[in-house]
């Protein structure tokens, strides 16, 4: 089973409005992190927000916040008053301790990609 | 600090030559990862490293060797190269902790011809 389910492979939003993009994640830890990263064309991946599975608010970072919803495992990243810079693909990722070997790893799922209209 | 770096930026290769591509950091971070990110696949974990000296298997470990000698670098090594492995390389560290960042270097975009 996919740890990290990102449904919808591509997304069109009008500039200036909202966008939901859609983060699914299966673990049966108690303790994990979740975070959304950036890639745009040019190909460098660029951190967005994380939200640890204890916090009891919404992480917020600027124009991006994230619907936790822990009941659901899912973690909707949410950009506000879309810009044409943010034509990019989006990467859901999460985080478990593997306490066997001490590691932090990250697992990504296979991202959606925003396309901004004018 | 130049953060996450990675040489070369390119390469082409033919089937079952051998290479090394470089990673290295100067953020001190204990973890550094390898991934390959591939159409439609998002970024799938190659090889990890706990710290130096400590290496374990990713997700997708066949065809590829890593070593940890040095805080700073972790090199990956095909060893004899497919078509297959043609691909984009991530590099990337983390001080650790759940809630820290994981830096990427720009990437590697292999060829294998």
């Known amino acids: 089973a996919q740890k990290i389910t990102q449904t919808q492979p591509g997304m069109f939003v009008q500039e200036k409005e909202a966008v939901t993009l859609d983060c699914t994640y299966d673990?049966?830890?108690?303790?994990?992190?979740l975070f959304w990263y950036k890639q745009p064309s040019s190909g460098e991946m660029i951190f967005l927000i994380y939200q640890g599975s204890y916090d009891q608010q919404n992480a917020t970072e600027g124009r991006y916040s994230l619907n936790f919803q822990k009941a659901r495992k899912s973690a909707n990243l949410v950009i506000s008053a879309s810009q044409l810079g943010d034509s990019a693909m989006y990467f859901c990722a999460m985080r478990e301790v593997d306490l066997g070997t001490g590691s932090y790893q990250l697992t990504f799922g296979k991202g959606t990609k925003l396309s901004v209209i004018p | 600090n130049a953060g996450v770096t990675q040489t070369p930026k390119f390469q082409v290769l033919k089937t079952g030559q051998s290479m090394t591509l470089q990673c290295a950091q100067d953020?001190?971070?204990?973890?550094m990862s390898w991934y390959r990110q591939d159409p439609g696949m998002g970024l799938r974990l190659i090889h990890y490293?706990?710290?130096?000296?400590?290496?374990d298997q990713g997700e997708v470990p066949n065809g590829y060797n890593v070593s940890r000698s040095t805080t700073e670098d972790f090199p990956l090594r095909l060893l004899s190269a497919a078509p297959s492995q043609t691909s984009v390389y991530f590099c990337a560290s983390t001080p650790g902790g759940l809630g820290n960042e994981q830096f990427f270097g720009p990437g590697t975009r292999l060829t294998v011809l």
């Open positions: 490293s706990v710290g130096a000296g400590i290496t």
């Open positions: 673990t049966s830890d108690p303790s994990y992190g």
């Open positions: 953020m001190n971070h204990e973890y």
